[in-house]
C-alpha cells in the first residue's frame, strides 16, 4: 500500500465553494469509495484522477452560472419612473390597477393606456339615465334626478365616454341630451376626463337611447 496516492475528499457547501482537504477519510462500501451527506456539506471520496474531473466539473458549472446570472440582469428590465414619483401617483391616482402601475414604471408615463378601463378599476355594468352636455372639450353626464348639467351641479363631476362602436346620432356641440345607457362607472373617485378635471368616469357599452332636449350650445 505504500506509495498509492491518499484518497481526497472534496466538499461542496450549499453555498457553492469547493473544498478539499489530503487526509485519508473512512472506507464505506466497494472499492473505496464513499458518501458522506450532511445538511450542509456533501463529501465524496475520490481518487486523484477523480477529484482533479470534479473540480474542473464544479469549476465549470459555477462559471456558468455566474455568467448566466449577469446576463439575466443585463436583461432584466430596468424602471423609467422613481418610487417617489410612483407613489404619488398610486396617491392621487387610488384606482389605478396593479398592472397599469408597472406599465408606467417601467415603461414611463407614455406607456400609460389610453382606455381608462384598461387603467384603472371599474364598477360592474349597470343602467344609467339623466342628462349629458356635449361640449367642446367637455362630456359632461348628469345622472337622474339631475334637471339641469353644468360644473356647478351638485355631486361628483363625470365625465362621459362611448366604448368602442358606440355611435351617436347628434352632431352639435354644446348641446344637451336626455341619455339612456348600460355603463360602467370609476370604481374609485380620482382625476379623469380632459385634464383630470373630473372626479369620476363613466364608459357607455351599449346606448339605449339618446334625445336632444336643449339646442342652445353652452361652450
Given amino acids: 500500500m505504500a506509495g498509492r496516492p491518499i484518497p481526497r ?27 458522506r451527506l450532511t445538511s450542509s456539506l ?9 477529484f482533479r474531473l470534479m473540480v474542473r466539473v464544479v469549476t465549470n458549472i459555477l462559471t456558468i452560472t455566474g455568467i448566466l446570472a449577469a446576463v439575466s440582469a443585463c436583461h432584466r428590465p430596468q424602471p423609467q419612473v422613481s418610487d417617489q414619483i410612483m407613489q404619488r401617483l398610486r396617491d392621487a391616482e387610488p384606482g389605478m390597477t396593479d ?36 361640449a367642446l ?16 351641479s351638485s355631486g361628483d363631476s363625470i365625465w362621459l365616454t362611448f366604448g368602442k362602436g358606440i355611435h351617436q346620432d347628434q352632431d352639435q356641440l354644446g348641446f344637451l341630451y336626455a341619455i339612456d345607457f348600460v355603463g360602467r362607472r370609476t370604481l374609485r373617485r380620482g382625476h379623469y376626463g380632459h385634464f383630470g378635471m373630473f372626479d369620476q368616469e363613466i364608459i357607455v357599452d351599449r346606448l339605449i337611447s339618446i334625445r336632444l332636449i336643449d339646442d342652445h350650445p353652452h361652450n
Fill in 42 to 50: 456533501i463529501a465524496i471520496r475520490l481518487e486523484p484522477f477523480h
Fill in 9 to 35: 475528499e472534496i466538499g461542496i457547501d450549499m453555498a457553492g465553494t469547493v473544498a478539499a482537504a489530503e487526509q485519508p477519510v473512512a472506507t464505506v462500501g466497494r472499492g473505496g469509495r464513499m458518501l
Fill in 99 to 134: 398592472e397599469c402601475a408597472k406599465t408606467i414604471r417601467f415603461g414611463g408615463l407614455a406607456a400609460s393606456p389610453n382606455e381608462t378601463d384598461k387603467c384603472y378599476r371599474m364598477m360592474p355594468t349597470q343602467h344609467w339615465r339623466g342628462l349629458w352636455r356635449d
Fill in 137 to 152: 372639450e367637455d362630456s359632461q353626464f348628469c345622472p337622474a334626478p339631475a334637471l339641469r348639467c353644468s360644473h356647478d
